[in-house]
């Protein structure tokens, strides 16, 4: 497809449970990022790719956060042992340019 | 610390009534700045980015953006608002690096 895809599109999942995120970017695009948004708040930087390599992963709340981009295209975001405070709308971003990031529709996690 | 402040959470305009969101930052040097839109249902998209020179900045949508380092703003304009404007809008910030720095944002309600 043309635009940044985000599976799934929605997660229900038990306190304690793993979850997987997978983002598919924009062909091309060497950048890929993790993004966070709780209700009415901005989107929360978690990490960021350059190509395979982690180039900044300072956003990532504590080590139950990790996220991967093995062939530097696709990523998939890893939360263990979920708590309800992670429930948000994770969303992935791919870019070229600087700042210039286009946006999938996000993966909403639900906690219970 | 780098940071951006919306300091409106709601703004009401009327149908072909001029707007002008807030936005304020912090930051040591010249950032990089850029305001997002996030519609319901879809995702954030890249509506105009200030790097450097000409302090106005035309976007897409009839947007504008004025770069004021003495006031530390940074705010959208449009002379003429449409009801398909209506939406969430987010400034945001970067330094020299990839990773963007978001604001909470401010939803726009327009009224016919």
């Known amino acids: 497809g043309a635009g940044v895809s985000q599976t799934p599109s929605n997660k229900v999942t038990e306190k304690g449970k793993y979850v997987e995120l997978r983002c598919d970017p924009i062909?091309?695009?060497?950048?890929l990022y993790w993004y966070r948004q709780s209700l009415g708040q901005g989107p929360e930087f978690l990490i960021y790719f350059q190509g395979t390599g982690a180039a900044d992963d300072s956003g990532l709340p504590n080590d139950r956060f990790f996220a991967v981009r093995p062939e530097g295209s696709v990523s998939t975001l890893k939360i263990q042992r979920t708590e309800r405070g992670d429930s948000a709308v994770y969303l992935c971003?791919?870019?070229?340019?600087?700042?210039?990031?286009?946006f999938g529709e996000g993966s909403r996690l639900t906690v219970l | 610390a780098q940071s951006v402040t919306q300091p409106d959470i709601h703004i009401t305009v009327s149908e072909g009534a001029s707007l002008e969101l807030r936005c304020n930052y912090s930051?040591?040097?010249?950032?990089?700045l850029f305001w997002y839109v996030q519609s319901p249902g879809q995702g954030l998209q890249l509506l105009l980015k200030y790097f450097s020179g000409d302090t106005l900045v035309q976007g897409i949508k009839g947007f504008e953006a004025e770069f004021k380092r003495s006031q530390s703003s940074f705010n959208l304009r449009k002379p003429s608002v449409h009801w398909s404007d209506a939406a969430e809008y987010f400034c945001?910030?970067?330094?020299?690096?990839?990773?963007?720095?978001f604001g909470k944002g401010t939803s726009l309600l327009v009224t016919p």
């Open positions: 945001a910030l970067a330094d020299s690096g990839y990773a963007l720095n």
């Open positions: 062909s091309g695009h060497t950048a």
């Open positions: 971003a791919s870019s070229l340019k600087p700042g210039e990031l286009f």
């Open positions: 930051y040591g040097a010249t950032p990089y």
